[in-house]
């Protein structure tokens, strides 16, 4: 039988195992340039994400102080709408005073005119949204009534408002002034005799 022929182990295996390996792990100088390739990537990246963040708050804080400014400027300005309202109220009263400082005038006509005028006050305030309560003869309401006596009356049913004293103001459904009224207790109550 014919000896197996022996052959040395050749070193080409072992040399495509190195190749691989160096390969596989970059040399030491290719590493350091794609680490500082990033750190340089990373770092131009935080930049511009500081430069966003800078002009978010200057942005922020821009539309605080013009917001604080705008608010202000309502405060100030919010009643010149009815103040524009009432301008011509103010100058009929005006009027209305120069009328009765005049010799000779007339009483009759002056009451006519003041009415007017606060027919005149009444509606521009109604316009911005403020209406009048008037409860006389109504029920009592204490939510909007502020009952500053009781007053027997045979007329009106117990509970019911009497009289008006004072009236009172709502603004937007929101009460101002609650109406200072007289309510009624009911007729007399007559004693019976002994």
Do not use: C, W, Y
């Amino acid at each position: 039988m014919p000896e197996p022929e022996i052959t040395e182990p050749t070193t080409t295996t072992t040399a495509n195992a190195e190749t691989a390996q160096k390969a596989a792990a970059p040399a030491p100088e290719a590493a350091t340039a794609d680490l500082t390739a990033q750190l340089t990537a990373a770092k131009a990246e935080a930049a511009a994400n500081l430069e966003r963040f800078m002009r978010a708050a200057a942005d922020l804080e821009n539309f605080r102080r013009r917001t604080v400014r705008e608010k202000e400027e309502l405060r100030l300005f919010a009643t010149s709408r009815v103040l524009e309202d009432l301008l011509p109220v103010l100058d009929n009263l005006g009027l209305a005073v120069a009328a009765a400082k005049q010799p000779g005038a007339d009483a009759k006509g002056l009451a006519g005119g003041v009415d007017m005028v606060l027919t005149q006050l009444k509606t521009a305030l109604s316009n911005h949204g403020m209406k009048e309560i008037n409860p006389a003869g109504g029920a009592f309401d204490a939510n909007q009534h502020e009952a500053i006596s009781a007053q027997a009356n045979a007329e009106v049913p117990e509970g019911n408002v009497v009289t008006v004293v004072r009236a009172g103001f709502s603004l937007n459904g929101r009460l101002l002034r609650p109406a200072s009224v007289i309510v009624s207790s009911g007729a007399a109550k007559t004693e019976a005799a002994s």
